[in-house]
């Protein structure tokens, strides 16, 4: 069954504190790997799209990596407004066209 | 510009009750889904449509009906709502029949059963 699991389930950190958030994927093949940003009271804002291991892609403080069994959202010098919900999502290889599994999400909570 | 919109924001009903949820893109994209986030955050998807082909049609109940009248705006009506659909609904599109292509979200209705 395909399956998404993201760790931490939450984290805090200071402002400028780097750190990474981990999505692990099982799927039978990857179309497509999805990260997303959700704050509250909001509707998933997209981030990046991941094709294939080794493929990297960067928005700001964000950096998100892709390996053949997870992804990483790596946060550089974080500042308090990207103190959100973060989501990963797969689309497998053989399901319906559209159809993203997602992970629970990590809450991550950025202190100044 | 609303990218996708989402009418109403908030819908309070009771126990019984029929009701519609109203999504909308200007994207122009030909595919859009109807996706349930429950009291633990959890997001799955509910239906899909592609060029008001209905392509997605996950485990849900049959109270609930979406309407796609054409490929910009699709409709979730629910007859005889329960406690348990108590949720938040998101409407999303995407391009290229959903193959590999993020989704866009709209902002969400806060749907509650009393």
């Known amino acids: 069954e395909d399956q998404v699991t993201q760790s931490p389930e939450a984290l805090r950190l200071q402002e400028g504190e780097s750190s990474s958030l981990n999505c692990s994927y099982t799927?039978?093949?990857?179309?497509?790997l999805f990260w997303y940003r959700q704050d509250p009271g909001k509707g998933p804002e997209f981030l990046f799209t991941?094709?294939?291991a080794g493929e990297e892609k960067e928005k700001e403080r964000l950096k998100a990596t892709l390996t053949k069994k997870e992804s990483f959202l790596h946060i550089t010098a974080p500042k308090p407004e990207d103190s959100a919900t973060y989501l990963c999502?797969?689309?497998?290889?053989?399901?319906?066209?559209?159809?993203?599994?997602f992970g629970k999400g990590t809450k991550l909570s950025v202190k100044p | 510009d609303t990218a996708v919109s989402q009418t109403p924001k908030y819908l309070v009903t009771q126990m019984g009750n029929d009701k519609s949820i109203k999504c909308e893109q200007n994207?122009?994209?030909?595919?859009m889904y109807w996706y349930k986030q429950d009291s633990k955050k959890f997001l799955k998807i509910m239906f899909s449509?592609?060029?008001?082909?209905?392509?997605i049609n996950e485990t849900v109940p049959n109270r609930f009906s979406p309407k796609s009248p054409d490929k910009a705006h699709l409709n979730l009506h629910i007859n005889s709502l329960e406690l348990g659909d108590s949720a938040v609904y998101f409407c999303?599109?995407?391009?290229?029949?959903?193959?590999?292509?993020?989704?866009?979200f709209g902002p969400g209705t806060r749907l509650t059963v009393t």
């Open positions: 449509y592609n060029n008001k082909e209905l392509i």
């Open positions: 999502a797969v689309q497998a290889v053989g399901g319906s066209q559209g159809n993203l599994i």
């Open positions: 991941l094709y294939s």
């Open positions: 994207l122009g994209h030909d595919t």
């Open positions: 999303a599109s995407s391009d290229r029949g959903g193959n590999a292509q993020g989704q866009y």
């Open positions: 799927v039978s093949g990857l179309r497509g």
